[in-house]
């Protein structure tokens, strides 16, 4: 199973088929009023600690990852319970949000997750220690990286980027010039060394990929280029991506800038809200446009985060959560 990837619906194909034609047909609707998101931020925090129960492993994973990105430090008693799931994936996920929470007083529940059967949830409770003053637990991850599993070695390699140690860059080179490796840890390894802002990267993958004929490829180097978060990698989003042919391309361009500060993409958010998108579906436009309004901090579209609160689907009752935090942190 692959999780290691921070965008939920990242597996679906792209390819939609959707033209400029087609979705400019309906363009022109006026949008609905805006919501004072003070107004919304009660519902959102219930929507993530209710997910962070939810019969879905992915959801329960997705929630913890929503509770750690916007710091909801009330949720970490339910996110340490987490560390006791049935799912690997979430008790992955947990141990790490511990860490990127920078919850001290965990300490001692981390330790015992460093005991943990399962090997990815040991490096991520290291990863969590680490972070957390104390680097005895390092070489744990870094013998991971070289793990014969594919997805211990792409775990290792996620929280190598996250701590951001440039000594880890040659390590992390290693599995990106591993030909005989799955294809998710040589990715992996391509979006950790952007987070350590090495700009090699650029030209030797990111672009290609970038100007990749696959659309899956595409959001990838997008990805990888907000990671990077060079002003040339903006300008590439910038000049390139936002004209991308394809809509779900355009619109994870739209939320990288947004990541990076940029409201360059306001316009594409705003014309495919004016398609009158429903909001019960989980697609991948419509999830990543409720995502880039938190991004883009866009107070204009809160009216259609008010209303995906109310979403019959978790998926996009979440990422509205999310967007709401985001924009009251």
Avoid at 61 to 90: R, Y
Avoid at 255 to 262: H, N, T
Avoid at 315 to 327: H, K, P, T
Wanted: some cysteine.
């Amino acid at each position: 199973m692959k999780w290691i990837s921070h965008t939920l619906l990242m597996g679906l194909l792209l390819a939609c088929g959707c033209t400029r034609q087609e979705e400019n047909e309906s363009v022109g609707a006026s949008l609905l009023p805006p919501v004072p998101v003070q107004e919304l931020q009660a519902k959102a925090m219930t929507i993530v600690k209710t997910a962070l129960s939810d019969t879905s492993a992915y959801m329960r994973n997705h929630a913890i990852e929503v509770a750690a990105e916007t710091q909801q430090q009330h949720l970490i008693p339910e996110i340490l319970q987490k560390l006791d799931d049935a799912s690997v994936a979430v008790r992955f996920t947990a141990a790490a949000a511990v860490g990127d929470m920078a919850c001290s007083a965990c300490k001692n529940q981390i330790k015992k997750a460093l005991e943990d059967q399962n090997e990815n949830v040991r490096i991520a409770a290291a990863y969590t220690i680490i972070r957390l003053g104390d680097a005895s637990a390092y070489q744990e991850i870094r013998t991971a990286a070289i793990s014969t599993d594919p997805t211990v070695r792409a775990n290792a390699l996620l929280l190598l980027g996250k701590l951001q140690n440039r000594d880890d860059l040659e390590l992390i080179y290693q599995a990106f010039r591993d030909t005989e490796t799955t294809d998710k840890v040589r990715m992996q390894a391509v979006e950790s060394i952007a987070r350590l802002k090495d700009v090699r990267i650029y030209r030797s993958k990111l672009w290609p990929l970038l100007i990749s004929k696959y659309a899956d490829d595409r959001v990838m180097g997008i990805r990888g280029m907000g990671a990077l978060g060079t002003t040339e990698a903006k300008e590439a989003l910038q000049l390139t991506m936002l004209q991308d042919d394809v809509l779900e391309v355009r619109l994870c361009a739209v939320e990288e800038l947004g990541k990076l500060g940029d409201q360059g993409g306001m316009n594409q958010l705003v014309t495919y809200f004016q398609t009158n998108p429903d909001l019960n579906q989980a697609t991948m436009a419509t999830g990543t446009s409720v995502t880039a309004i938190g991004r883009l901090k866009a107070r204009n579209l809160t009216g259609y985060l008010a209303k995906a609160l109310d979403s019959q689907s978790t998926y996009i009752r979440l990422v509205a959560a999310r967007s709401v935090l985001l924009m009251t942190k």
